[in-house]
């Protein structure tokens, strides 16, 4: 049964855009291109760490009864994360920070909205994320602990404060008046709880498979990171100061779980 340590668990994320989006409210301007570089290497820094500590890690822990072959669930959820994400990548229309041409089909949709589909769309693993660790903590796994649990979600939640930033700020900066740019920053965010509460609600019956399920969120976030957050802070003069970033980020969730896990 879900418990308010769960719920609360699930929403720290969301809170993290909120909080993010309204930056609209306080800050006057857009935010220069080297401080969009900055945040995005911290927040793929964070994703790194959180796949590996608090996914990867997990998942081959709890096959360990398989002896040398404990990796095979851990490469194979991977790569199913990997695919997946290819899939909405490739049906889902959405527009890259900065980028021209959207990508995936056609479509007739706003640029801003596709650039908030674009934030959704890698939000998605975030959540599930979240809800498989969750799922494995309800479950009863002693390779996952409540601080192991509360410390991705608020690794998470730190890493999503930027991007909310980064998605009101600019709807901002076209022509939206503040309140409907910080609406579309946060609602970018209310994919992630759906999307962990479902895995949590799918985890409880497919518990054997929570390696498979772990090291899935942990493919789709890799790919995000490597497909849209390092192009990002890598562009552009300068671009050391993503790299710098992308290290913090790191350094940060690793403190995290293991000083919480």
Same mark, same amino acid.
């Given at each position: ?20 989006? /309204? ?6 301007q857009?935010?220069?291109p080297?401080v ?14 959180? =796949? ?6 997990? !998942? %081959? ?11 095979? &669930? ?16 490739t049906?889902? &229309? ?11 089909? #056609?479509?007739?949709?706003? #640029?801003?909205?596709m ?23 309800? =479950? /009863?796994?002693?390779?996952?602990? !409540? ?7 608020l ?6 404060f930027?991007e909310?930033?980064?998605?009101? %700020? ?18 970018s ?10 895995t ?6 497919l518990?054997?498979?929570? &390696?498979y ?5 942990? /493919? ?18 300068h ?5 710098? %970033? ?16």
């Amino acid at each position: 049964m879900i418990n308010t340590e769960t719920i609360i668990g699930l929403l720290i994320p969301l809170a993290g855009t909120v909080a993010g989006a /309204g930056c609209v409210f306080f800050m006057r301007q857009q935010l220069s291109p080297m401080v969009q570089r900055a945040l995005t290497g911290f927040a793929a820094g964070v994703m790194v760490a959180a =796949s590996i500590w608090s996914l990867l890690i997990p !998942a %081959m822990e709890q096959a360990e009864g398989m002896g040398k072959c404990s990796f095979v &669930p851990a490469a194979a959820g991977f790569w199913l994360g990997i695919l997946f994400l290819l899939l909405l990548d490739t049906v889902i &229309p959405h527009l890259h920070m900065n980028a021209e041409k959207a990508e995936g089909p #056609k479509s007739r949709l706003a #640029k801003t909205t596709m650039m908030v589909l674009a934030v959704t769309l890698h939000n998605i693993p975030e959540g599930m994320a979240v809800g498989v660790v969750y799922a494995g903590l309800l =479950s /009863g796994s002693m390779d996952i602990t !409540a601080g192991g649990a509360l410390a991705l979600s608020l690794g998470i939640a730190i890493q999503n404060f930027p991007e909310g930033a980064i998605i009101s %700020m600019p709807l901002h900066g076209s022509g939206q008046k503040k309140g409907r740019a910080f609406m579309s920053g946060a609602l970018s965010g209310a994919v992630e709880p759906l999307a962990a509460l479902l895995t949590i609600l799918l985890a409880g019956l497919l518990v054997p498979i929570l &390696p498979y399920l772990l090291s899935f969120a942990a /493919g789709a976030m890799i790919y995000v990171v490597v497909e849209e957050l390092i192009p990002e802070m890598s562009e552009g003069e300068h671009s050391n100061i993503g790299v710098l %970033m992308f290290a913090l980020g790191f350094t940060l969730m690793m403190a995290l779980d293991v000083a919480l896990g």
